[in-house]
């Protein structure tokens, strides 16, 4: 969704003082003029994707720390706008009938997104997905014992039947849930999930050790 809806809040407390769906400003005059009894120092605005739902009075803004950008926080405390972007990623997943996930990182983070995408398969057996991965990554990936079918990305998608989400450095390499989840929860976020959660955690990557000793033993042959 677009980034098309100004919040503006208080740094010093998070208070949203209000939203405005399309808004902006051209000059920082304009936002002091709307609280003109708030020290303008005090005054922030940022923009938002549009369909987030924000309730002034009970959501609030924080700042984790410098360089990070504001996190809207539900009155549990709960990131909100990532809740948001959790729901919109499995609504988009439901709109056809397969799913076909890419990801543009390293081998470790192939193996990490695999564990994401397993998750999906066991949360929904009856919606295929498959991993589309790079030819380097697909024969290593190959020595693991998993039943996602795993191809390469150069094979072209079905639009008509697939939706396509692809991991990449573009997304922020950050989850504002943290430490509470991990990596393979950021990526499952991405599909439509909240956490990564294989049953059999240990034993997955028992399973992932061996495929990488499989490779390597295979590569020097």
Known sequence: ????????YRRSTGEILQTQSGGSFRY????EKLYPDIDPKD???YYEEADTPITPGEDTIVIQGKGTPPLLLDASGRPK?????II??????QTKPQLRVECEYGCGDQIIALE???TFQKKFPNHPVTFATHHDYKKMLSYIDTTIPIIEQTTPPDPARQHTITLNPLHRLWDPRAPACGKADFYAAHIGLTKSTIS???????NCNEAFCRFSRATRS
């Open 200 to 206: 059999g955690f240990a034993p997955y990557f028992s």
């Open 28 to 31: 920082r005059k304009q936002l």
């Open 43 to 45: 005054l922030r605005f």
């Open 116 to 118: 994401a995408i397993t």
């Open 88 to 93: 919109n990623q499995a609504a988009a997943i």
């Open 81 to 85: 706008a990532f809740n948001q972007f």
């Open 1 to 8: 969704m677009p980034l098309s809806l100004l919040v503006i």
